[in-house]
């Protein structure tokens, strides 16, 4: 064939999927573009898993949306950008003036640039007067924040990626990480075929691909990880695996959680509560106990539940009470899911904080940003989380939603709920690359994004590492960047503040923010990336990948707390008192089988991108139910029909299948089909809207389902 010709000299971006933040080369092709590994990126070293590697297969154009479009009499019609940003302005501006500010609001996603969280935080939270802006990263690592702010003081990740590679025991909880963190998972298991002592404990419902290397898999029942850990927390203080040092000197709390957890000094009780053998329990804690070089990670199976944030804070006194936290080869480690949910974190992204890691309910701190942004209204209290945000849409408190880069009528949990709220909401403005998508179908004005290759920022990822975005391809039609419509919206509205040029003034600000908060302050918070302020753009554009805190002249920092410095005031970290309760809906009766949810290896989302490329689709071609055969035969059902998975919610249809390590009593669908289907195999129709009472994350791994033979309607 003809030679493959580059038009145009590699640019160095980062992948868009999940929170791993591989390195990208893109070389721009007459038809898309060459996509490789980029060696230089500390994250991944060259590494790309079969997502990242088939992002050439996801940029063409086709089901793009190429221009604003506004709903009238019910269908859809071109409008230019002028007309679509004064449609959304005014509302906005009336629906304030009449109801109040808390009236509107924004739900954004991980999927957003720093740079776009940054000003749509700004606009929100300090020029309308609300913090109703949150975000679908509230889905997907929210106790995680809560239970890092409860135990640091701050949102933070103490270690790095490389601690997987320097650790001699890799707990990995609640995470197929052979999957949703797939580089990540290759250096682990690099490390451990160049040092078979490296031991990994995979604890997981399921038996998942993350199982297959496992030495120990611990298949513990669904929300049971509060009594596993609230159990390795007594082992380790009586049998004396406890830096005493540490303890005393950086930590508060010790006897609290001692005595929330002393039911679990008995290892048949903790076993009988995890549903497990007892020789599992045991052999997990002398390992944990005998190895000083311990990461323990954790992920969607830890944060997505009733108890999530109590479960962060039972892993976490476990390295507390060892004093592995922060030392190379140790601490405790979120995985987040998505590309930005960090830098989301950075700039106040959840509807509880302020930008800079501070804190909305602190009057202090609300004043600091106020004076910085010169802001005319700030929001004086917490705003509404997600699942209690659509829930207002509904009952018609909140007027007015503007939805960026994610499709809530897919992933929420009682989908069918927010599809009614939006269906009813004055105003529901949609910002995407396409309008084929479930919550786009709703819109009355849609504003077409800017894709992965298009857009210029940053982003970070799990182990806090800020990484460019670098546009390489033109943008297509009028598609044109989050933070430039936010801007054009808050302009309209006769706000000050808002004439960035371009993606470099916005990351300057929030650059500035963290450095002037810091020396206004003195406050001992560890983000400050005051360092990075005063780039010129060049220096911008070629901003090599550095891990925060990023103070002036530093160069990065790739661990922090090993020496204590927490951000509570005493500067000591907490110990948190976990008090182990079920997941809050239990199977039984009508509903027998408890549904586990998560991403599949190939695809990510909701497909609007990995979707459009036939290799990623052919992992699994079509919606599945995991159930175990012994339950498809109480059903009716069999391996390869159709089904319907019905809750108490809602349903979905979806082929039975028998694959997936399933244990009995329970059934798994993935998160990746939607309405837009053949059938309808929204997994959020289905789930309860329960949520976490501290971080509001819902309990996603845990609803009563029954699966029926499906019969037409
Ligand atoms: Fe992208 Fe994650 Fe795969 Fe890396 S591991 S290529 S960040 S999807």
């Given at each position: 064939g003809a030679p493959i010709v580059p038009i145009a000299p590699a640019v160095r971006t980062t992948c868009p999927y999940c929170g791993v933040g591989c390195g990208v080369k893109a070389t721009p092709m007459a038809d898309g573009a060459l996509i490789e590994g980029d060696p230089e990126h500390m994250a991944s070293r060259g590494r790309l898993c079969v997502k990242g590697s088939a992002l050439g297969e996801t940029l063409g154009l086709d089901g793009r949306l190429l221009a604003p479009a506004m709903r009238e009499e019910g269908s859809l019609r071109t409008a230019d950008w002028d007309e679509a940003l004064d449609k959304v302005a005014s509302t906005f501006a009336s629906i304030i003036a009449e109801h109040g500010p808390d009236a509107v609001a924004l739900y954004v996603s991980g999927q957003l640039l720093t740079e776009d969280y940054y000003v749509a935080n700004k606009f929100m939270k300090g020029f309308v007067g609300s913090a109703n802006i949150d975000t679908n990263s509230r889905l997907c690592m929210s106790s995680s924040v809560a239970g890092h702010k409860r135990a640091f003081g701050e949102d933070i990740v103490p270690g790095c990626y490389e601690d997987f590679e320097l650790a001699d025991l890799v707990v990995l909880v609640g995470s197929n990480t052979a999957w949703c963190h797939p580089t990540l998972f290759q250096r682990i298991t690099k490390a451990r075929e160049a040092r078979p002592g490296l031991r990994i404990v995979a604890i997981d419902p399921r038996r998942t691909a993350t199982c297959e290397l496992a030495d120990l898999h611990l298949p513990i029942k669904a929300g049971s990880d509060v009594w596993l850990f609230n159990g390795l927390l007594v082992y380790l203080a009586q049998t004396g695996a406890v830096d005493a040092d540490f303890v005393a000197t950086h930590t508060q709390g010790l006897d609290g959680a001692l005595a929330a957890a002393a039911e679990c000094v008995d290892i048949g009780?903790?076993?009988?509560?995890?549903?497990?053998?007892?020789?599992?329990?045991?052999?997990?804690?002398?390992?944990?106990?005998?190895?000083?070089?311990?990461?323990?990670?954790?992920?969607?199976?830890?944060?997505?539940?009733?108890?999530?944030?109590?479960?962060?804070?039972a892993i976490i006194n476990c390295h507390l009470l060892s004093g592995r936290v922060g030392k190379p080869g140790m601490g405790?480690?979120?995985?987040?899911?998505?590309?930005?949910?960090?830098?989301?974190?950075?700039?106040?992204?959840?509807?509880?904080?302020?930008?800079?890691?501070?804190?909305?309910?602190?009057?202090a701190h609300r004043e600091l940003v106020r004076g910085f942004w010169d802001a005319p209204r700030m929001a004086a209290n917490p705003g509404l989380k997600a699942v209690e945000l659509f829930r207002a849409i509904e009952e018609g408190s909140v007027k007015?939603?503007?939805?960026?880069?994610?499709?809530?009528?897919?992933?929420?949990?009682?989908?069918?709920?927010?599809?009614?709220?939006?269906a009813r909401c004055e105003l529901v403005v949609v910002s995407d690359m396409t309008a084929a998508t479930d919550t786009a179908e709703l819109a009355d004005v849609l504003l077409p994004a800017l894709g992965w290759g298009e857009k210029d920022g940053t982003v970070t990822n799990s182990e806090r590492c800020i990484s460019r975005q670098r546009a390489f391809?033109?943008?297509?039609?009028?598609?044109?960047?989050?933070?430039?419509?936010?801007?054009?919206?808050?302009?309209?509205?006769?706000?000050?503040?808002?004439?960035?040029?371009?993606?470099?003034?916005?990351?300057?600000?929030h650059a500035r923010l963290s450095g002037w908060r810091n020396d206004a302050q003195g406050a001992p918070r560890a983000f400050r990336i005051d360092g990075l302020a005063g780039l010129?753009?060049?220096?911008?554009?070629?901003?090599?990948?550095?891990?925060?805190?990023?103070?002036?002249?530093?160069?990065?920092?790739?661990?922090?707390?090993?020496?204590?410095?927490?951000?509570?005031?005493?500067?000591?970290?907490r110990f948190v008192a976990t008090r182990p309760r079920l997941p809050a809906n239990a199977a039984g009766g009508d509903y027998p089988l408890t549904l586990n949810t998560g991403r599949l290896r190939d695809q990510w989302h909701t497909m609007t991108r990995t979707g459009k490329s036939p290799r990623l689709a052919g992992h699994a071609p079509e919606p599945f139910v995991d159930m175990h055969p012994h339950d498809a035969l109480?059903?009716?059902?069999?391996?390869?029909?159709?089904?319907?998975?019905?809750?108490?919610?809602?349903?979905?249809?979806?082929?039975v299948s028998h694959g997936g390590?399933?244990?009995?009593?329970?059934?798994?669908?993935p998160i990746h089909w939607t309405g837009q289907n053949a059938s309808d195999a929204r997994v959020g129709a289905v789930v309860n809207p329960v949520v976490d009472p501290v971080s509001g994350e819902p309990e996603f791994k845990h609803t009563p389902v029954r699966v029926e033979p499906f019969a037409l309607a």
């Open positions: 009780f903790v076993a009988r509560s995890c549903g497990i053998d007892a020789r599992l329990v045991a052999e997990f804690y002398e390992a944990f106990a005998a190895t000083a070089k311990v990461v323990t990670a954790y992920s969607q199976g830890v944060n997505q539940s009733s108890s999530g944030t109590d479960k962060v804070n405790p480690f979120s995985l987040t899911g998505q590309p930005n949910a960090m830098g989301g974190r950075e700039v106040g992204g959840l509807a509880n904080m302020l930008a800079s890691h501070l804190e909305l309910d602190q009057p007015a939603v503007w939805i960026m880069a994610t499709n809530p009528v897919v992933s929420l949990p009682d989908a069918d709920q927010v599809r009614r709220a939006l391809l033109q943008a297509p039609g009028q598609a044109r960047a989050d933070w430039w419509a936010i801007c054009e919206v808050a302009r309209r509205m006769g706000y000050q503040g808002f004439d960035y040029m371009d993606a470099h003034a916005i990351f300057d600000e010129d753009r060049a220096a911008y554009d070629a901003l090599a990948p550095i891990q925060w805190p990023v103070p002036p002249g530093g160069e990065g920092t790739a661990r922090l707390f090993a020496d204590g410095g927490y951000a509570h005031a005493d500067g000591k970290a109480l059903a009716g059902v069999r391996e390869g029909e159709l089904a319907r998975v019905r809750s108490r919610w809602g349903s979905l249809v979806a082929r390590g399933i244990a009995r009593g329970s059934a798994f669908v």
